[in-house]
């Protein structure tokens, strides 16, 4: 069965550093989104992405952040400055024409 | 704006017997409302989705949840719980209006069953 990938599984980078987060959507799929969980939070939706355009985001998903579709194949999310409140595990996210969601097995970024 | 509702945090039940994880749910339209369950360490994997139709829907696992519009609320029963099924579940929703398809979800409950 077709899943969403996720590289690294875990990040530590030092505060004010770039990061760059991939995701390897299902491949069929034309809608990406990217979601937090800080620790012992809920899952807070970041921002989605279709046609090579955002199409909805959330204001955590500020300037320091964005996200590209390089290629065919690829979806990241770039901090461009992490802060020590940017540590969270960060899933990808993508759906085709239905409605769920499936969702990737997170990359955690811990920011010291 | 949309939210959800998970009012138990933790729900212990027998193995054999039946569960059930509470979920309410505001949106200004109509919902789409899905089910998700996190195992340690793995990503949200989907359970299952009511979009329109018959309100009792199925999804894997043996699971099922009931859309009570009258009461906002979608909540996840199983009939016989398994030692398996202990993990984390999260419900979510969607505004059917929502053009960016955004998820919007509870703080989650833990399930534990036990032998």
């Known amino acids: 069965e077709p899943e969403v990938t996720q590289t690294p599984s875990h990040q530590v980078t030092q505060m004010g550093q770039e990061v760059i987060l991939r995701c390897v959507p299902i491949s069929n799929h034309l809608y990406f989104y990217w979601y937090r969980q800080i620790l012992g939070q809920k899952v807070e939706f970041l921002v989605s992405?279709?046609?090579?355009?955002?199409?909805?985001k959330s204001e955590i998903f500020d300037d320091q952040f964005s996200v590209e579709r390089p290629d065919g194949s690829n979806f990241t999310l770039k901090i461009r400055s992490t802060k020590l409140e940017d540590s969270a595990m960060y899933f990808c996210?993508?759906?085709?024409?239905?409605?769920?969601?499936?969702f990737g097995p997170g990359t955690r970024l811990t920011v010291t | 704006a949309q939210s959800v509702a998970q009012p138990e945090d933790q729900v212990n039940v027998a193995e054999g017997n039946p569960l059930t994880v509470k979920c309410t749910y505001s949106?200004?339209?109509?919902?789409?409302l899905f089910w998700y369950v996190q195992y340690p360490n793995r990503g949200l994997q989907f359970l299952l989705k009511?979009?329109?139709?018959?309100?009792l829907v199925k999804g894997s696992y043996g699971f099922e949840a009931e859309f009570n519009k009258s009461q906002t609320s979608f909540h996840l029963k199983k009939p016989s719980a398994l030692v398996s099924d202990s993990a984390l579940y999260f419900c979510?929703?969607?505004?059917?209006?929502?053009?960016?398809?955004?998820?919007?979800f509870g703080g989650g409950t833990r399930l534990m069953v036990k032998p």
């Open positions: 979510a929703v969607r505004d059917m209006g929502n053009a960016g398809n955004m998820l919007t």
């Open positions: 009511y979009i329109t139709g018959d309100n």
């Open positions: 992405f279709y046609n090579n355009e955002i199409s909805e």
């Open positions: 996210a993508s759906r085709a024409s239905s409605h769920e969601q499936y």
């Open positions: 949106v200004s339209g109509n919902p789409y």
